[in-house]
C-alpha cells in the first residue's frame, strides 16, 4: 500500500494519539497538530514515527504553506470537556478550526474525517440514531457546552448537503460514544471509569460508582455503549481507505452495558474479587447524568464496514493486561 500523507489534529490526546500510533505503524507520513503543554501527553507519541508537528495557533499558515499533498486530514482537536463553560473559548477551539479544515479540505479535494460526539444526542430522548438531515438534527437538545459545538458543525453540515453545497470529495462525522483504552492517562477527571478505577483495584482499594436517581435503574445500573479506542481507529482506517463511504456515523459497539458490568470486567481483569462502593451523583451534575446511551450502528455497517467489535469484557481485559498493569502503560 503507498504511503499517505496524513495531518491529524488533536494526535498528542487520547483517541488522536491512537490514530497517529496506527497510521505511523502502517507506514503512512503523519503530521501532529496539537499542543503538548506541561505533563506527560509527548508520551502518548513517543514510541511512533512522527513527519512534523505543527502548533494549532499556526495551523492556517501551514495549510496554505505547507498543506498541499496531503491525503486526509482527521481532525480530533477539540475541547472534549462536558464541563467546559466558556462559549467563546469552545467556538474557537471546536467549530471555528474544524469549519476551516472543512473549506480548505473542500477547495484543495482532500478527505475530511473529523470527531462531532454522542453528546450531540443529549439526554437520548430523541434516539441515537446518525441521521444526518436538518430536520433530525434540529430535534436533538445537547446538555452542555462540547456537545453543543459539536452538534452544531454537523447540522452545518446538513445544512450544505442540502443547498447542494460544496464538501470535500469524502467527509465523515464521527459520532464517538463513551471511548476507553490507552493513551487517556492525561485526562484527569475525564478519563474512563476503567481508568480511574483500576489503581483502585490493583491496590485492593473499593470502587465508587453514582448511586442511580432514576427509579427505573438500579445502582451501578446506568447504562452506556462502552467502545474500545482500538475499535475506534479500526473505523478510521477503513474509511480511510474506502474513500466511497461520506456521512455522519456512530461510533460504538451498539450494545449498551452498566457500570456495574464495567466494574465487574475490571476486577476480573486484575484477578480481584470485587469491591463496590455506591455514592449519590452530584447534584451540579444530576438533571443532566444520562442513565443510558446506546449506538444505532446500522449506518455503518450498510456504508461497508464489516469489522467486529470488542465485547467490554475482552476490551477491558486487553486494557488491563497490557497497559494498565505494564510499568509503561503508553501504546
Not at 498543506?67 to 477551539?93: Q, V, Y
Not at 441521521?131 to 459539536?150: F, I, T, V
Not at 482500538?230 to 452498566?258: H, M, P, Y
Request: aromatic share 12%; charged share 25%.
Amino acid at each position: 500500500m503507498t504511503a499517505k500523507r496524513i495531518l491529524v489534529t488533536g494526535a498528542a490526546g487520547f483517541i488522536g494519539s491512537n490514530i497517529a500510533a496506527a497510521l505511523s505503524d502502517r507506514g503512512d507520513d503523519v503530521i501532529v497538530c496539537d499542543w503538548l503543554e506541561e505533563g506527560e501527553k509527548w508520551k502518548n507519541l513517543a514510541k511512533h514515527v512522527i513527519t512534523d508537528f505543527v502548533d494549532p495557533d499556526e495551523l492556517e499558515w501551514w495549510m496554505e504553506d505547507k498543506g498541499e499533498g496531503l491525503d486526509a486530514i482527521i481532525h480530533m482537536g477539540a475541547i472534549s470537556a462536558t464541563t467546559e463553560t466558556d462559549g467563546d473559548l469552545i467556538l474557537n477551539r471546536n467549530f471555528r478550526p474544524t469549519k476551516f479544515l472543512w473549506d480548505w479540505c473542500t477547495a484543495h479535494k482532500v478527505p475530511f474525517i473529523y470527531a462531532s460526539s454522542a453528546a450531540t444526542y443529549g439526554n437520548g430522548e430523541g434516539g441515537f440514531t446518525d441521521h444526518q438531515d436538518s430536520e433530525a438534527l434540529a430535534k436533538l437538545q445537547p446538555l452542555n457546552l462540547y456537545g453543543w459545538s459539536k452538534h452544531s458543525f454537523d447540522k452545518f453540515v446538513a445544512r450544505t448537503l442540502e443547498t447542494q453545497g460544496p464538501t470535500p470529495p469524502q467527509w465523515a462525522g464521527l459520532k464517538f460514544f463513551n471511548v476507553y483504552g490507552p493513551n487517556e492517562y492525561h485526562k484527569e477527571g475525564m478519563k474512563s471509569v476503567i481508568a480511574q478505577a483500576y489503581p483502585k483495584v490493583a491496590a485492593g482499594d473499593p470502587v465508587t460508582l453514582f448511586k442511580s436517581h432514576n427509579p427505573i435503574y438500579e445502582d451501578g445500573g446506568q447504562l452506556r455503549d462502552f467502545v474500545y479506542v482500538k475499535d475506534c481507529v479500526k473505523v478510521i482506517l477503513w474509511l480511510l481507505d474506502n474513500t466511497q463511504a461520506s456521512g455522519l456515523f456512530n461510533i460504538g459497539t451498539g450494545e449498551a452495558r452498566s457500570f456495574k458490568d464495567l466494574a465487574l470486567a475490571t476486577f476480573k481483569a486484575a484477578g480481584v474479587d470485587p469491591n463496590i462502593n455506591y455514592i449519590d451523583t452530584p447534584v451540579s451534575i444530576r438533571d443532566k447524568y444520562q442513565y443510558f446511551t446506546q449506538a444505532d450502528m446500522s449506518k455503518l455497517r450498510a456504508a461497508g464496514f464489516g469489522g467486529n467489535f470488542y465485547s467490554l469484557e475482552d476490551g477491558i481485559a486487553d486494557y488491563v493486561s497490557e497497559y494498565l498493569s505494564k510499568e509503561d502503560p503508553y501504546l
